[in-house]
Every structure is written in C-alpha cells, then in structure tokens.
C-alpha cells in the first residue's frame, strides 16, 4: 500500500508545485505588449486639438503605466481591457482603412492576450492563436446581428464644432494672383470621389466649387466673413449619412477649411453638411482631418443657392485702384443684358495676345489687374479670374471668383470601382456672374486663353510602383469608407424597412432571434470543435474507435498497451476485439515503423482505418447496452 | 467563488447539475467598457466603437458556454494515494478524464492556494495535488475545488467535490524518547536468512564493500581515510538486543506515537532491525522497506488510546 518510502516525505516537499498562481504567462506578456504598441503607433495620427484625443491618449498611457507593474492576474486583465476600451475610442476618432486595420489587429492581440492569460502556461503559440482566432470568429456573428440589427440612438448632444485646425496646404479664402510669381508644382492629394455606376461628368463639367471670392479690394478677392443664410431646398437628408443613397462619394483630405469640394449641383446627405447662400459645402466635422462624405442627385433644382438674391457687395469695385480696368467695363455698360456684356468681355479676351503662363512673376502693388490686363497679359487661372470678374463688376455685372478644383484624373484600380482622383495641382479659380432670370453663372475665361489647359484630363501618370501602389491603396480606403462609413442609422433603417416592411414592432424579436441563432450556432461549432480529436487522421480515427468503446463501457486498464488492450478485448468480446485489432495494428505499424511517413500513406491509411471503426461502431450498436468491462 | 453543495461519490463526472458558474469582478468590469464604448458609439455616430462593443458583448455570451465546456463532461476519480507524513505536504492523486480539451483548469485541494491554471488535452490524465493533513490515520483530503475561468475571465465556472478514498497519513517523524518492551527468544526473519545468524548492535564485526545505499553511517571512515577503498561495516549483534518498541510512558500517545515513527525511521537508516508493540498489536523485529511500512502503517493507524 505505502509504495513510496517515507523517508522520501523530503522529495515529496521539493516537489511541491511552485504555489505561484498568480504569475502568469510570458506569452500573455508579449501579446500585451504588441497590442499597447499598436495603438500607440494608433495614437500618432490623432489630433491633438480635440479632447477625446486626450482621452485615447490617456487610456493609452494608463494601460502602457499598469502593463509595465501588473504583477498579478487580474491587473494584467484590467490591461486587456483598457486595450480595448482604447482601440473602441481610436475607432470612433479614426475610421480610415488604415488605421481600423491597426486598431482591429490590436483588438485580436488583446482578446489573444486575455486567452492567454486564463491558458496559464500550456498552450503553444499554433494553439493559442488558432483558439483565439476561434473565439473571435465565433464572437463576430452575434457581433454583426447586433451591429446590423440593433437600432441605434441618436446622439445625446450635437457635435461639437472644434474649429479648424492648424493651417493646411491647398486653397485660401484670399485670392491675391498677383503676389503669386510661380505656381510651384504640387502633387500632394486634395480629394477623391467616386460616382455611382462608375460614371463621372463630362471633363468639361469638372468643376468642383470649394471657396467664393465675394469682396474685392482692388488686389485680392476674399471671402466675406458673414455667411450668407442656408440655401434653400438644400436641406440635408434627415437621418445619417445614408451612403448607400449616394451619388458621389468625397474623401477630402485635411485643408484646415471648412467648405469641401462639390459639384454645386447634387444635394449634400447627413446633418454635417450644410450648402450656404454663396454655394459653399459646408463640413462640420473638423477641417484638420480627412472627412468622407456624401451627395445625392439634385432631382434637377440645380442647387438653390444659384438663385439667391443679389447681395451689394457682389458689386463693390474700390473706385480708382485699377482705372483702366474700370473705364474698359464702363465702356461695355451700354450693352443692356448682362449676357451681351459677357459676349464682350469674352471677344475682347479673346482679339488680346494672352498667354497662359504658370511663372509669370509678381504684379506690382499699384493697380496690379491693370499691368496685367495691358502690359503683361500672361497669367494662370487666377489672374484672368479675377481680372474678369472685376472687370464685370466695372460694367455693372455683379460677379465673384470661385476657387476649388477641375478635372482630375481617373483611377481604375485592380479591384473595385474607379474615382477621380484630385490633386492639388488640379486647383483653379473661375468667376460666377449673375445674369438675370438665371442666376449665377459660371464662367471660366482662362478657357479662353488656353483651352487645352480647362477640363484636360491628365493620364494617370505614374509616380513609379509607389504611386500606382498608392492610387490601389486609395481605392480600397474609398471603397472602405463606402461600405463602413455607409452603414449609418440611415442604411440602417433602410435595411430594417426592407426586412420588416410595416411590422416594425418585430424588430426587438429579429433581433433576439438573430443574435440567440448566431450565439446557437457559434457554441454548437465550438462544443463540436472542442471534442474532435486531436491529431493526425490516422490518430483521429484511432481515438474515435477508442472513444466509441470507451462510450460503452470498454476502457483499457492503467498502464496497458494498444495491442494489449485488443488482445484482452478479443478473449471476451472476438468480434470487438478482432475490429479492435484491425484499425490498431496498422496504426502502430504506421506511427513506429521506420523511414518518413509520407501524407499519401497517411491518407490511405486513415481511409481503411475510418473502414474498420465504422464496422466497430455498428458491431457495438448491435450489442445489447448493458456492458461489463472486460 | 467558494460556495455551492460538496459533492459526493467517486467517480464524479461533472454537468449541468453539479457546476455553478458566476460572472468575475472583471466580467463586471467588462459590460462597464461595453456600456462606455456603447456612449461613444452613440456620441461620434461611429462604427468602429459600436462594432467593439457588439464585439465585447457577444464575447460575453459565448464564453458563458465556453468556460461552462471547460469542466463539462469533466470525470475526476481519486487515485490510490500513497501514505504521507502529518503536517508534511503530500500529494494526492487525481484521475481526470476530459471528454473535450479543458482550459485554465485550477485545482484546489482543502484550505491551500489553487494551483496554476493548466490546460487538458481530451483523455486521460494523471494529476497530484500537494495538501497538508493535519493529523494521522486515514485521512480524506477535505473538499477539492475544480475552477477555469478561462478562456477570457469573464465567468468563474466550478465545482466542489469530497474525494472518497483517504490517503494513509503516518504521525510526523519528532525526536524523543521511546519506550522498548521485552525482547523476545525467538529469531527474527532477517536472522533466518543470515549466515551469520545474528546481526545488529554497536561493534562491527565484518567489512564488505560500500555500496551507496549503505549510507555514510555504516562507512568504515578509517580505512577510506587510509585510502583502502570505500568499505561498509557489518555489525553483528545478539539478536535479544533488536529492540521492540513501543510508546512511551508518561507522555501523550499522539506525542509518543510521533516519537516512535522518528526511531523507526531513524533505525532503519542504521539498518538495524526493529519491532513494535502498540497495545494488542505486535509486529515482530524485522528490518528491510516492507517491514517499516507496515510498523509506519500500524503507527497510522493506531487506535487513540491503547
């Protein structure tokens, strides 16, 4: 009975297990450390002007802080969660496919972490991540039932408008073209759009608006700073952002200005829009940070704001700061509609030796648009925009210059749908002049000049492997930003409107339906996945055969063999025993023979084994239930 | 979590009737962060932030299943223990047999700490459990404790269970003084088989070569110092001196009883022979493993009062 000498009490003391069980796995350790360095690396692109940066930032540090002393389990646990809470408040603040990639990679690296933590040391690092893998995927389709399903809430308080940001290349609410010597090559990226059905406007109506020029000083067209009243019959779409209704997609990137690119024609979706009385888009969202957004068709009403009444400072000429200018426009005053003065104004453009020139040095200070309409006559867009629009207020016209984009180049990526990708070098002015019973009208008179310059489409030109890689990349995060941000409360109740039709009262039901069908089957595949035996097939086979014994009853002693075990089985039971024996032999003879197994054999084997465990499991059926163990 | 009805019989298979399972401090702590990630879902009207949190709460709900597998299924029988010295540490055996891999299993046997979380493999396992008993004779190890919390920590998942078969517990080995009985005539086992016919006492009588099991004792110091090789003494002594031993008087018998598994202990490290009385039990002089076993069983088991 005592089968251990009790002088070994000393040995039995030694061996005593390390009572340690709070420490915990090296494994959990590295994984927590990966998932804290990724959202750090997450935490560079915030910005720091907005408060709930500060939180992700702080969250951040504090997990970083508790990970680097966390001693005990459940520390260490805490650590996992402020991970996630972090990548939760990152995703809110950044939702590119950049940077949700990086937060979603952080969240598997926590939950791993987290498994890894309750695993203790055993499990090696296939298994681990396998069994994490397996856990989040069996998470995710309750997950998107609720996500999908669940209907949301509307924001406890408006978003609150941070103001811009730090000054951003691109546009600027002055126009001062004649302190502007060189207009410097600049290929950095403004916007990107797609169309639906793929289908961009014609290059001559590539235009899109960004910025009014309405006050003119004599030098520099600016934006007045009171804003003129909403647009009427440009109300946003009520609820969301409803992507999924939208004709074009924008992706404008950071420019410290609140007005985005448009076409002026499409009506803007989702409350951050907003179109002013000037034909501005207007983006509450912050300047300092890229911002997606979406239009729907105009139903032909063509933007109200082409039509809002006239305003006096759409007329203001500073008398004497350009006067040959202004006695040119006097002198088209006699032509009665507004539409004759314009027909001049063009035909004298025109009979001028003008050139179009990106270099054409400074104007001077003293009425510039003189030296350049007589003495110089080169220019870029914003010299004959601006010079055409003061010369038409000269003639009585009330006009203004308009700066955003033209043209553009369109990108169709490997995969996906194509969109228009701008640049800043895709940067122009044009004027807008009000002809009556019309309303503002563009105009672009550098077209005059140079007309291969307005509406050229430049072939997407390469940049080499890193510009193409980078046109593929802003495909995906266009494409991306359709199908993420597109899911809003809008495409929500869309969806649930389809489901359900007029039973809207059903929704509670669909979804616990839903989410109790998704956690069902999760918990089944898991349950299943658990017991399925481990191992090559041939072992899987072995265990099976074994398993189905060992269900009635028929369980190899302590210590015994494989071939031991059948031989006992074949003196009780020979016709279980023998079955026993066929799938047992070969297996042995497989796993211990010598030389390389090759995966063929493998293959056969398993084959001829599942043959004689099948025959085993309807032998065992056909016995009575009662069985005493050999 | 350490309440819930003990468990009774041998083997225990474990199932929906006899686990209980609970959410953790930090499962609390979690459906605060959904609930948090839920405000800034709402508040930045963003995906990103509510998909975590539909994340989170289907976690929630399919680790109550998932840690529930763990000890699902789960068959614990006790091993057969091997005897042990009170107030020592020793191990008890545990068979388990998982029907499925069984995760951050932690297994906590009467009063002591739970030991790290391991995981299982689906078969059969073999597992000791170090516990202290605190007194002698046949002691059932107290209340075992199968816990997981794995795979997240969200759930505390476990059992309790009374292990029927005790485990041989032999009083600690403590200095002191012994009582001996009268010898007796007639000669021991060991002797029978002795050329020599008698063996034991204080003067050596012959030398053979030392074999490690000899121990340093019975090392012929002198002649190792002479450098004549490693020898072992062989004593020879009056077979009437093999002492027969027995509690002694005037002290406690749980004190005396301790005593007496130190002298057994110590004169079998001599290599001398031995033998017990303990009230109507003698146990002739013998020496050799079994016969310590069976005197350390006969202190073990010894009635509380002779």
Known sequence: MIDRPPSSASRIRQRRPASAPESTSSKARLLQWLAEALL????????????????????????????????????????????????????????????????????????????????????DWRLLLRRSLQVLMSALPVALALFVLMPRLAPFAPLSDLGQGGAQMGLSESLAPGNIASLAANEEAAARVSFEGDQPPEAADRYWRVLVHDRFDGESWQTSPTQPKTAPGTAPAPTGRGFSKAQQLWVAEASGLKAVPWDGSTLPL???????????????????????????????????????????????????????????????????????????????????????????????????????????????????????????????????????????????????????????????????????????????????????????LRAAQGRGAAGWLERQWWALDLAWGRWWLGFDREGQEALLQRLLGERRNLVGALVLAAVSGGLGISVSVLGWLRRRPEGDPPRRELE?????????????????????????LEQSEPELGALLRAVAEPYQLWRYGKGARPAREAQLLSASLRRHRRELERALRRQPRRRPTP | ????????????????????????????????????????????????????????????????????????????????????????????????????????????????????????????????????????????????RLLTTAPLGLFVCWSRWAPPVPQLVIPAPRRGPVGQAQTHAEPEEGARTSSRGETGGDLWQDLQPHRPEDGARRLAWRLLAQGRGAHAKRFAAPLAEAPLLTPAAGIPLERALEHLSAAILRLHGEGASYGLVLGPTTIPPGRGPGHRDRCLEALALAPRSL
């Open chain 1, 40 to 123: 750090i690396v997450g935490l560079l692109g915030l910005q720091p002007t907005l408060m709930l940066s500060w939180v992700a930032i702080g969250l951040t540090l504090l997990a970083g802080l508790k990970l680097l002393e966390a001693k005990r389990l459940a520390e260490r646990r805490l650590v996992g969660l402020l991970q996630l809470v972090c990548a939760g408040v990152l995703g809110g603040l950044q939702a590119d496919l950049g940077p949700s990639l990086l937060q979603g990679l952080a969240v598997f690296l926590a939950l791993a972490g987290l498994l890894a933590l309750e695993a203790g040391q055993g499990p």
């Open chain 1, 270 to 456: 989702g409350r951050e829009l907003r179109i002013n009385g000037r034909g501005e888009l207007l983006h509450s969202g912050r300047a300092s940070q890229r911002r997606f957004y979406g239009l729907r068709p105009g139903q032909g009403m063509d933007g109200g704001w082409r039509r809002i009444p006239l305003r006096p400072t759409d007329l203001i000429l500073p008398a004497g700061m350009n006067p040959q200018l202004e006695a040119l426009g006097r002198s088209w005053r006699e032509a009665a509609p507004a539409a004759a003065r314009l027909a001049l104004a063009e035909t004298w453009f025109r009979s001028r030796p003008f050139r179009y020139n990106r270099s054409p040095g400074t104007l001077p200070a003293r009425a510039p648009l003189d030296a350049f309409l007589f003495e110089r006559q080169e220019g870029f867009c914003g010299h004959y925009a601006s010079a055409f629009s003061a010369l038409m207020r000269a003639a009585g016209v009330p006009a203004r210059v308009v700066s955003g984009y033209q043209g553009g180049t369109w990108v169709q990526p490997l995969a996906g749908a194509g969109y228009l990708d701008l640049r800043q070098d895709n940067a122009h002015a044009w004027s807008e002049v009000w002809v009556e019973a019309e309303g503002w009208r563009r105009v672009d008179p550098s077209t005059w000049i140079a007309p291969g310059r307005g509406g050229g």
């Open chain 2, 1 to 144: 979590m350490n309440f819930g009805k003990t468990q009774q019989g041998d083997p225990l298979k474990l199932g929906m009737r006899n686990l209980y399972i609970v959410p953790t401090r930090f499962g609390l702590l979690w459906l605060a962060g959904i609930g948090l990630l839920q405000v800034v879902a709402i508040q930045l009207e963003s995906n990103g932030p509510l998909l975590l949190s539909f994340l989170m709460l289907g976690l929630f709900l399919l680790t109550l299943h998932l840690t529930h597998f763990n000890l699902e299924g789960l068959e614990v029988r006790s091993g057969e223990p091997a005897a042990g010295f009170a107030g020592d540490t020793v191990a008890y055996p545990l068979r388990l047999r998982c029907r499925g891999r069984c995760e951050g299993l932690r297994l906590r046997l009467g009063p002591s700490e739970p030991d790290q979380a391991r995981s299982l493999a689906p078969g059969e396992h073999l597992l000791t459990l170090p516990w202290i008993p605190p007194e002698r004779g046949k002691v059932r190890p107290g209340t075992l």
């Open chain 1, 544 to 568: 099976r055969a074994l398993a189905a014994l060992a269900r009635r009853g028929v369980i190899p002693e302590a210590g015994e063999t494989l071939g031991g075990f059948s031989a006992r």
